[in-house]
């Protein structure tokens, strides 16, 4: 079946220092990947997305990269603040079928 | 105020003893989703809806059903509650399938 397998499950950076967690999605027909992410006892929010016909997209310090071939793509955040602590969720909709799969989560500590 | 709106958000309830969880968007959109958040398994779709009456499946349907009545409104309903479906749940909808989604704040379901 679908599925999405994101990495690393914990990440931890020095504030200024650069994070990177990636996806890998196993349905080939899937066609849009979003990132949200979650503060502690939040819901979940959007922070940026991609569709399968755009390689990458930066909103300021955030941006994501896709390719289409490996099937994965991955969160990049730079100049990481303490506000950026939080866990991420990447997902992937699949063409065709209306159904969101999700990553297990990245937990993402930054430390001062 | 554009929100999703879920209630309750907290409950305590028994094994077996029916339960709705209800979920009211205020922007008119078409798709709506639920899904379910354990510690380790991140997001998991439970049911969606693309429009009004059309419903389908997600990754784990069994033990819950919805309706979608009115394009506004998704609920959840439990019909013999378990301990299993000890959870946090969580409504989202967008414009369509593809598009960003948007939360509610949650509920926590405990099944004694």
């Known amino acids: 079946g679908e599925n999405v397998e994101q990495h690393p499950s914990t990440l931890s950076v020095q504030e200024g220092d650069s994070a990177v967690i990636k996806c890998t999605y196993s349905d080939s027909a899937s066609n849009y990947f979003p990132w949200y992410k979650q503060e502690l006892g939040k819901r979940p929010q959007l922070i940026i997305d991609?569709?399968?016909?755009?390689g990458e997209k930066k909103d300021q310090r955030i941006a994501v990269t896709l390719n289409k071939t490996a099937k994965h793509f991955s969160l990049h955040i730079t100049e990481t603040q303490p506000e950026d602590s939080a866990v991420y969720f990447c997902?992937?909709?699949?063409?065709?079928?209306?159904?969101?799969?999700f990553g297990t989560g990245t937990r993402l500590k930054v430390l001062a | 105020e554009a929100q999703v709106t879920q209630n309750p958000r907290y409950l305590i309830t028994v094994t077996g003893k029916k339960l709705t969880v209800t979920c009211s968007q205020n922007m008119n959109h078409e798709y709506m989703s639920w899904y379910r958040q354990d510690p380790g398994l991140g997001l998991r779709q439970i049911y969606y809806s693309m429009n009004v009456e059309v419903t389908d499946k997600g990754d784990v349907p069994e033990g819950y059903k919805v309706s979608r009545k009115e394009k506004r409104n998704f609920p959840l309903i439990l019909e013999s509650p378990s301990p299993n479906q000890t959870s946090l749940y969580f409504c989202?909808?967008?414009?369509?399938?593809?598009?960003?989604?948007?939360f509610g704040d949650g509920t926590r379901l405990s099944i004694l």
């Open positions: 989202a909808s967008s414009p369509r399938v593809g598009q960003p989604q948007h």
């Open positions: 997902a992937a909709s699949i063409q065709g079928t209306y159904k969101y799969i």
């Open positions: 991609i569709r399968s016909n755009v």
